[in-house]
């Protein structure tokens, strides 16, 4: 029995952290939407296996229990299935350490696929709940659709779907990990966002308030790190995107437009400047099921 399971990245729309919990985790209030930017996950579960076996395309992720997929599938063994193998294998087209959580999109995609395989029934917000141990960007992955994401990432309150735009994403050459940015958060020093500015634009369906109230707490510290996320945000604004942020902890910068035709103006403008260039809708999994 196997399923293959789509597995969007995710963009942060808006990102800010209001405090650090007394475990060191941050809390987030964030809004996040998935894109059309996907890997897909082909799920196994294999009685010829006692294990869990992860082939990726991409040679340099590791394939044991590091990959967040084996995480999200030993879980899903440990609680239900008791040693019943499952075999993974993974398209990796997100960007990998680029702020849109490809490896969590990968474990969120193991988690709902064993859910239909072993057929749990599970609710997305059990499965977000499950996922919060492997990553905090698992939940929402769970549902990935626009969504407020708060408390340490496991509150997942969808929103309206976003008024019709196109995203240009471009991936700096450079990678940084999210715990290198997260170490040099001074709460004191941040610069907050107004997340709830951004979930009113989205309710209302206000194109111009959502591009204003739009911003990333985590921006400047990776920009510090590496300077030309400015600079690729300059040339997006500069060739027609109405608005240009970072996602997640970064380095990946996108830009939003209200027209293909200056998605694409802004496409050419970076694609010799930038290997990873792609142009994306925001993308929506929803499932019936709460
Ligand atoms: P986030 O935004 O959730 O912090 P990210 O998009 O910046 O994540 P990922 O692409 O998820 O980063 O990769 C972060 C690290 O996770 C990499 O160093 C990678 O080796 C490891 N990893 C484990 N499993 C996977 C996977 N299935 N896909 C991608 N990376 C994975």
Not at 217 to 234: D, G, Q, S, V, Y
Not at 255 to 261: E, N, P, T
Request: net charge positive.
């Amino acid at each position: 029995m196997e399923i293959i399971e789509k597995a969007p990245a995710k963009i942060n729309l808006s990102l800010d952290t209001p405090f650090r919990h007394l475990d060191g985790d941050p809390e987030w209030r964030m809004v996040m939407t998935a894109v059309d930017l996907a890997d897909y996950v082909k799920i196994e579960s294999a009685s010829d296996i006692v294990g869990i076996q992860v082939e990726t395309d991409a040679g340099f992720l590791p394939q044991d229990q590091r990959n967040l997929a084996y995480q999200a599938a030993k879980k899903m063994q440990q609680l239900f299935a008791g040693h019943q193998g499952v075999r993974i294998k993974i398209k990796k087209n997100i960007p990998v350490a680029a702020g849109m959580g490809g490896g969590s999109a990968d474990a969120a995609a193991v988690l709902r696929g064993l859910n239909k395989l072993w057929r749990l029934n599970l609710t997305r917000t059990e499965m977000a709940k499950i996922g919060l141990s492997i990553d905090s960007d698992v939940p929402f992955c769970v549902f990935s659709e626009t969504a407020l994401v708060t408390g340490k990432g496991e509150i997942i309150t969808p929103l309206n779907e976003l008024p019709s735009m196109w995203i240009v994403i471009a991936k700096p050459r450079a990678s940084i990990s999210t715990p290198t940015i997260l170490k040099k958060i001074s709460y004191s020093d941040l610069d907050h966002q107004d997340v709830d500015r951004v979930v009113k634009a989205i309710k209302k369906q206000q194109v111009p308030q959502l591009f204003d109230a739009m911003g990333n707490t985590l921006e400047e510290l990776t920009t510090a790190e590496l300077p030309e996320i400015a600079k690729l945000k300059e040339k997006m604004i500069k060739f027609g995107a109405s608005v240009a942020q970072m996602t997640g902890s970064g380095p990946t910068v996108f830009g939003l437009c209200s027209k293909h035709s200056r998605a694409q103006r802004v496409y050419n403008s970076l694609k010799g400047f930038c290997e990873e260039v792609y142009i994306v809708r925001p993308c929506n999994l929803s499932s019936p099921k709460e």
